[in-house]
């Protein structure tokens, strides 16, 4: 997956014309990486069938057998050593329970050499180990995701790095009961890879971004959500508000953008279940001060990158849900300068064509200027650039894109609140912004109210 010059993670275009791909390797996202894992068991089925308590002398294991497996795979000097050293571990499976602490040193030592000729089977028998050890892998997972970031933040070998996330998704998937209830442990060691530590390549952030929103996905289910999904975005955002000031925030961002905007999509053009409620959590963590339209706003940025991201991958048979959810919040939620916002995203994003129902977003756009009017009081701020970027720019977006027979029920009550403060000041920009953006719109609707307020002096 590249990434441009500046750091922005961006995924490889949709080319209609498909050819037979002839390469032994491919790129593979970690969301694909991920549905093959379907012969896994759930963590509450991490025993074998096989391996029943009075048989653990006569069972195998899946390191053990892996361990046979690579042997005729692989006949590196290094590897050879490593199999001699811990063969003798592996006998039997209970074997490997009673030397499992030797046995993860073992492969910590070899794993952190970065010798690229060892590592897939390396990181393979991390998997087959933590299958036979199952909920007892927890004690190890620290360490193991401690490799497995190390070796993608400092071998940038394209295979190296397949055979890690490969790994790292084996893990997630397999352990997700466990990490899911409190997933700051895990967000902190990924953090590195999405773009928090300097020089992270963009490809790394993105797919270290995607592989912690599997997890994502997983807290917000139901029953999860309100403890579990809040939790991990208010860590996520006070932990993307620490770095504001350094140069690896503008791609820490966008990997905090892509985790939850991942998190949020199904696959093809879908939309997962738990994506509107993600997005509306994401919503709710938007600090007050923020509301303010500042002039540096970074949480609503994410949020708004996130819903950019989401218009984009769905249809609109299935943003349907997430429109709902946010024409939801914001009738509740009370808070206008931030829906209109996400009004404007909506309606300008590939030129509003996820929209379901601009009547009911046109109307309730109003209702938002109208919640403005306490701003009055605050002169400056409405006066300012961000006031000019963040609500008019965005007003005028719907404006300009929704169909006529939904704007005209709102269009007196429209001009109603534009002529008046605290947006008054704003009514001739926002027509010749307007008339740039629809010249037509502007001319049938606009234009007569606009000559009375710029020239009262010449119509009686």
Known sequence: MPSTSSGRIVKAQRNSKKTQHQKNHRWESFTAKISK???????????????EAEDLDAATSYLRNGLDRWAELNVSKLYSDFKRRITPLTDSLAQILYHEERIMDLLAEYIGMHVK??????????????????????????????????LA??????????????????????????????????FEMIAPLMGKAKNSPGHIA??????????????????????????????????????????????????IMTMFAEA??????????????IFAILAQEVPEE????????????????VLTSTIHHSTPESFKAVEEK???????????????????????????????DWGTLVKLLGQLLDGLAPWKEKPETASSLSFWQRIVVNTTIVWGQAPIDAILPALSSF?????????????????????????ERFRGLFQKDFQRFAFPPFYF
């Not at 894992?37 to 391996?51: A, G, I, N, Q, Y």
Request: proline share 5%.
């Open 206 to 255: 993105r797919f270290a971004a995607e592989a912690m929103s599997f997890l994502v996905k997983k807290a917000a289910a139901p029953g999860r959500k309100e403890k579990s999904l809040t939790q991990i975005v208010q860590f996520a955002r006070k932990d993307l508000e620490s770095v504001a000031e350094t140069k690896q925030f503008e791609l820490y961002s966008q990997g």
């Open 264 to 277: 949020i999509k199904g696959a093809s053009y879908s939309v997962h279940s738990t994506g509107p409620d």
């Open 37 to 51: 894992l379907h012969s896994l068991d759930p963590l509450r089925k991490v025993r074998r069938h096989d391996l």
């Open 290 to 305: 923020e509301l303010e339209v500042p002039e540096r706003a970074i949480w609503t940025d994410v949020c708004c990158g």
């Open 326 to 356: 946010i024409v939801e919040e914001a009738i509740t939620a009370k808070r206008p300068t931030l829906f209109v916002q996400f009004f404007g995203i909506m309606a300008g994003v590939r030129r509003g064509g996820r929209v379901n």
């Open 415 to 439: 001009n109603t609140a534009m002529t008046k403060e605290p947006l008054m000041k704003w009514y001739i920009p926002f027509c010749s912004y307007l008339s740039d953006l629809n010249a």
């Open 153 to 186: 933040s400092k071998v940038h070998d394209v295979e190296v790095i397949e055979w890690t996330f490969a790994s790292m998704a084996f893990l997630f998937k397999y352990l997700s009961r466990l990490l899911v209830p409190d997933l700051r442990p895990t």
């Open 117 to 150: 000729d060892i590592l897939e089977p390396l990181l393979d028998l991390v998997t087959a180990f933590a299958h036979d050890l199952g909920v007892r892998f927890e004690k190890h997972y620290p360490r193991a995701m401690g490799l497995l970031v190390g």
